[in-house]
């Protein structure tokens, strides 16, 4: 099996939990076909109910992450066992023709050479049903000898830590394709301590909304500007659960425990007057402080405290430009949530 077909074996068991506003966006998708039938109450209910679902899709991404590959088992799975053309049919009728006795009528109308010879037939015929199963069994095994060559091989080359294997891995599972379709780009690399930094480019004002729909008690739909420290708040929100969605995700294809993901932005450098891509939150996430935390009950932005981070933000104006993180230091400060 070539890598590509390793990982569409997996991506096929590795399918992630929808959660609950997943479920309600594809409802959702599937009413607008009816929207332009819909009365005015009905038209503005589904806005209300669309507009809801949209904040909660932000929110919520860390809730949802594909299944985790579990690669020390792949490295010890044992090489498939050759198959053995054990002639089953072959013997089968090799019997009956050892056992064969003359019947009466046989006997009768001098037929014993010619049942016998009927037998010796079957016996050929079951020599080459023997085979053609055979062939088929060998050929499967031929297929399954290769994909546990292949998928050990990525295995131990993972569990060695090779740079080249692990951003194929990540590359080609497009674990991101949700955060992608919201309209963040996500780009990996991978430092000189072979630790996996994630970029994800959040295009904030595009992708935070800058409405707030509600029904009136009139039943009409009400359409008013975000204030801006619901809007900064929302927007840290999906950020940070961005982020750990990423981490959890590059956890659940790649063995490594520590990974490195930097939201980026853009903010008006004060200095030149212009709008840059900067980074507004840089956290280095712990595999194993990630995965004691309640994904259904966490704030993504509280969350935060749990790792080491940088990040600076206000209600009132939102992020402010921050540091990358850097590995180096954060080893040499021996910082136990690592």
């Not at 940088?310 to 136990?336: C, H, P, R, W, Y």
């Given at each position: 099996m070539t890598f590509n077909g390793f990982v569409r074996s997996v991506n096929r068991v590795s399918k992630a939990m929808e959660r609950d506003a997943k479920k309600r966006q594809r409802e959702l998708a599937?009413?607008?076909?009816?929207y332009s039938k819909m009365q005015e109450l009905e038209q503005?209910?589904?806005?209300?109910e669309e507009y809801e679902n949209d904040i909660e899709i932000l929110q919520s991404l860390h809730k949802e992450c594909s299944e985790r590959i579990d690669w020390k088992d792949i490295a010890?799975?044992?090489?498939?066992?050759?198959?053995?053309?054990?002639r089953t049919h072959e013997k089968e009728a090799t019997l009956k023709l050892e056992k064969y006795y003359p019947s009466l009528i046989d006997k009768l109308f001098r037929r014993e050479e010619t049942q016998q010879q009927k037998l010796k037939i079957k016996i050929e015929q079951a020599i080459v049903k023997d085979e053609e199963e055979y062939r088929i069994k060998f050929n499967q095994w031929e297929k399954e000898l290769?994909?546990?060559e292949n998928n050990t091989e990525i295995a131990n080359a993972l569990l060695k830590d090779d740079k080249d294997t692990k951003m194929k891995v990540i590359e080609e599972m497009?674990?991101?394709?949700e955060i992608s379709s919201i309209g963040s780009e996500i780009?990996?690399?991978?430092?000189d301590k072979n630790i996996v930094e994630a970029k994800i480019y959040v295009h904030g004002n595009s992708i935070i909304p800058n409405e707030v729909k509600s029904l009136l008690k009139s039943g009409k739909l009400s359409v008013k500007e975000m204030p801006k420290s619901q809007f900064?708040?929302?927007y840290q929100d999906y950020v940070c659960s961005a982020i750990l969605?990423?981490?959890?995700?590059l956890f659940a294809i790649i063995p490594d425990n520590v990974v490195i993901v930097t939201a980026i932005d853009n903010l008006l450098n004060d200095k030149t007057g212009h709008l840059e891509k900067l980074p507004i939150v840089s956290a280095c996430i712990s595999r194993n402080t990630l995965a004691s935390l309640n994904m259904d009950k966490i704030d993504p932005s509280n969350s935060m405290s749990n790792f080491i981070h940088n990040m600076s933000f206000k209600k009132t104006s939102g992020f402010s430009e921050v540091a990358f993180l850097d590995i180096n230091q954060i080893e040499d400060k021996g910082d136990k949530r690592l």
């Amino acid at each position: 099996m070539t890598f590509n077909g390793f990982v569409r074996s997996v991506n096929r068991v590795s399918k992630a939990m929808e959660r609950d506003a997943k479920k309600r966006q594809r409802e959702l998708a599937q009413r607008k076909k009816e929207y332009s039938k819909m009365q005015e109450l009905e038209q503005a209910l589904y806005a209300v109910e669309e507009y809801e679902n949209d904040i909660e899709i932000l929110q919520s991404l860390h809730k949802e992450c594909s299944e985790r590959i579990d690669w020390k088992d792949i490295a010890l799975t044992k090489e498939p066992e050759k198959p053995v053309n054990v002639r089953t049919h072959e013997k089968e009728a090799t019997l009956k023709l050892e056992k064969y006795y003359p019947s009466l009528i046989d006997k009768l109308f001098r037929r014993e050479e010619t049942q016998q010879q009927k037998l010796k037939i079957k016996i050929e015929q079951a020599i080459v049903k023997d085979e053609e199963e055979y062939r088929i069994k060998f050929n499967q095994w031929e297929k399954e000898l290769i994909d546990w060559e292949n998928n050990t091989e990525i295995a131990n080359a993972l569990l060695k830590d090779d740079k080249d294997t692990k951003m194929k891995v990540i590359e080609e599972m497009n674990s991101f394709s949700e955060i992608s379709s919201i309209g963040s780009e996500i780009s990996i690399s991978i430092n000189d301590k072979n630790i996996v930094e994630a970029k994800i480019y959040v295009h904030g004002n595009s992708i935070i909304p800058n409405e707030v729909k509600s029904l009136l008690k009139s039943g009409k739909l009400s359409v008013k500007e975000m204030p801006k420290s619901q809007f900064y708040t929302l927007y840290q929100d999906y950020v940070c659960s961005a982020i750990l969605r990423i981490a959890n995700e590059l956890f659940a294809i790649i063995p490594d425990n520590v990974v490195i993901v930097t939201a980026i932005d853009n903010l008006l450098n004060d200095k030149t007057g212009h709008l840059e891509k900067l980074p507004i939150v840089s956290a280095c996430i712990s595999r194993n402080t990630l995965a004691s935390l309640n994904m259904d009950k966490i704030d993504p932005s509280n969350s935060m405290s749990n790792f080491i981070h940088n990040m600076s933000f206000k209600k009132t104006s939102g992020f402010s430009e921050v540091a990358f993180l850097d590995i180096n230091q954060i080893e040499d400060k021996g910082d136990k949530r690592l």
